[in-house]
């Protein structure tokens, strides 16, 4: 059985990394859509083009993102409403890119995420413009076809506000897929309400749909149902509790004051 320990691979690390480069990758995208549409809509007469990109970090939830490309015009008058100019922390934006992919977020949904992440400035039309590319990009990421075969599949959630009527933390369900080749890469990324075992097995299912066939490892904590809904739906797969699941478990059944050294002990083991 192949085994993954807290030495070779940190899953917490890991998977802020990926939710980092996935975050990147949406506010990029949300970005390119609206400089797009503010030079479309340009007062007649006045030429302007985009020129380039220029690079800022951003502090989000998940991490500082480094390099994010933001895309400048040749009259330099173009400034995104997604962030201040100076603001290195993202104002709720990595929470509303969070609410994009709720499962079953519909037009109309996206529209009132846009409509709050870039506020009153632009006209109706140029948020719908910009909420029907978004919400294309949404539909195409979760839809996209995987992998036959991957080595490993870690399962995680983690939980983020989410403003509906209340702001209200919800369950993001990650699952982060490890490649024979040794690529990461997440696979399914779901909000939605309280983790629960139907819930992952709903998840599952939408894996095993878009192309995994063969699992070798899952990787999860001791939810209770979890093991059965995996072995349901990849029975051949063997599991594992993620340690990083047990390092924790272990640490809060420890004094407080002993934390260090426990913490050292553990990674020898």
């Not at 609410?99 to 996206?110: E, P």
């Not at 897929?177 to 040794?182: A, L, R």
């Not at 939408?206 to 490892?217: A, H, I, P």
Request: contains cysteine; negative net charge.
């Amino acid at each position: 059985m192949p085994h993954f320990n807290i030495d070779d691979l940190d899953f917490a690390n890991i998977l802020k990394l990926s939710m980092q480069d996935l975050l990147k990758e949406k506010a990029e995208n949300i970005l390119r859509e609206e400089i797009k549409n503010v030079l479309e809509n340009e007062p007649v007469g006045e030429e302007n083009s985009r020129n380039g990109y220029y690079s800022r970090t951003l502090d989000t939830i998940y991490g500082r993102i480094e390099d994010l490309a933001v895309p400048r015009d040749r009259k330099g008058d173009f400034t995104t409403q997604m962030f201040e100019p100076y603001k290195r922390r993202m104002v709720a934006v990595d929470e509303l890119v969070v609410q994009l992919y709720q499962h079953g977020v519909g037009v109309r949904q996206v529209g009132l995420i846009m409509k709050s992440l870039l506020g009153e400035q632009y006209s109706p039309g140029t948020i719908s413009n910009i909420t029907s590319a978004v919400m294309e990009d949404v539909i195409e990421w979760q839809n996209r076809p995987l992998k036959e075969r991957y080595c490993a599949l870690f399962l995680d959630a983690l939980f983020v506000k989410v403003r509906r009527d209340t702001v209200g933390k919800e369950a993001v369900y990650i699952v982060l897929g490890i490649t024979p080749e040794g690529h990461r890469e997440i696979l399914g990324f779901y909000v939605g309400g309280v983790e629960s075992s139907n819930g992952w097995q709903e998840i599952l299912l939408d894996l095993r749909k878009r192309g995994v066939q063969e699992v070798l490892v899952g990787v999860f904590d001791g939810l209770p149902g979890l093991e059965e809904a995996f072995k349901s739906i990849f029975p051949k797969a063997d599991v594992q509790r993620c340690v990083v699941h047990k390092v924790r478990s272990t640490m809060n059944k420890a004094r407080k004051k002993d934390h260090a050294e426990l913490s050292l002990d553990l990674k020898r083991v």
